[in-house]
């Protein structure tokens, strides 16, 4: 939608043709039915469609490094994890290698549930294209002010953009556990950042407007100011968190994840190979 030819040079997403692969390993901090006991097999991919002020994989989001892959290499890599036990194959920030990651299926298709782990950022089209293939939707959904998604990410159109998609995920995908692992379905994630608890109140209000409170929200506090953030500087405060949960519960979220404030360290940001 850049309207750039990524045969010939790069998009805003800062990525050429091939895909970008920085880690490709078991990972335990995603949320409890998708790490499981054993680890969520998850791929981190380089660039992004975002430009977040307080990106926590900024070295990777904002300098796309690591290994290009073609879709038969990315197929071998599905192979890989699920032969190490994970229980899902887990694309992280994913969206600008959809077709690649669409052909990789030609060659392996995992037999272990797949997981769209996206920030919200996405077009209809993407989601139906994908519909096939993705059994876990793992979006974001970052902001309800259309100010804000510009002022810290660089995209005025997100709150629509990501309810339409969101909205889209719920109708395609249904929620299924089998021992208490995640095998379909939806999980909307919600960062707390600090000083912007309005916005953190108009998500939930509008995902229960329009998409229900049945659905499984993961409101995280898991923020660190990363080095590359010029806007957000300091760190959550435990009432900040707190009055996001309390707001969430008073709506009637009955299905919430709440992460435990020492989350807020920067170890659980993955070690990137840069
Ligand atoms: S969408 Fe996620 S990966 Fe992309 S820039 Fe924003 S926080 Fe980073």
């Known amino acids: ?40 097999g998850t791929i981190f991919f380089g660039g992004c469609i975002m430009r977040c002020d307080f990106c926590q994989n900024y070295r990777i989001s904002r300098n796309p490094v690591g290994r290009s892959y073609t879709p038969r290499e990315l197929s071998e890599l599905y192979k890989r994890l699920e032969s190490e036990g994970a229980h899902n194959i ?31 950022y996405e077009r209809a089209e993407t989601v139906e294209r994908l519909q096939e293939f993705v059994d876990i939707w793992l979006p974001d959904f970052k902001y309800s002010s259309e100010e804000l998604g510009r002022k810290l990410s660089g995209r005025s159109n997100y709150p629509l953009t990501a309810l339409n998609a969101i909205s889209l995920m719920r109708k395609l995908s249904r929620d299924r556990y089998v021992q208490g692992i995640m095998q379909s379905g939806l999980i909307i994630r919600h960062l707390v950042l600090p000083g912007y608890l309005s916005n ?18 993961s409101i995280m506090s898991q923020f660190t100011p990363p080095e590359c953030s010029e806007i957000i500087l300091r760190r959550l405060k435990p009432i900040e968190y707190k009055a996001v949960v309390r707001y969430a519960e008073k709506a009637g979220f009955g299905n919430a994840y709440i ?9 659980y940001t993955p070690p990137f190979e840069i």
């Not at 953190?200 to 929200?217: A, P, R, Y």
């Not at 992460?259 to 170890?267: C, N, R």
């Open 1 to 40: 939608m850049c309207g750039v030819d990524r045969e010939r040079e790069k998009g805003v997403c800062l990525c050429g043709a091939e895909p970008i692969v920085n880690r490709a390993a078991l990972h335990s901090y995603e949320e409890p039915p998708v790490s499981g006991t054993r680890g969520s």
């Open 90 to 120: 887990n694309f992280v920030s994913a969206t600008q290698w959809t077709d690649a990651v669409i052909e990789s299926f030609k060659f392996y298709r995992p037999k272990v549930p797949v997981v769209w782990n996206t920030s919200g």
């Open 259 to 267: 992460q435990e404030l020492d989350s807020a360290d920067s170890s």
């Open 200 to 217: 953190s109140f108009g998500v939930l209000d509008m995902i229960k407007k329009e998409i229900g409170t049945q659905t499984t929200v």
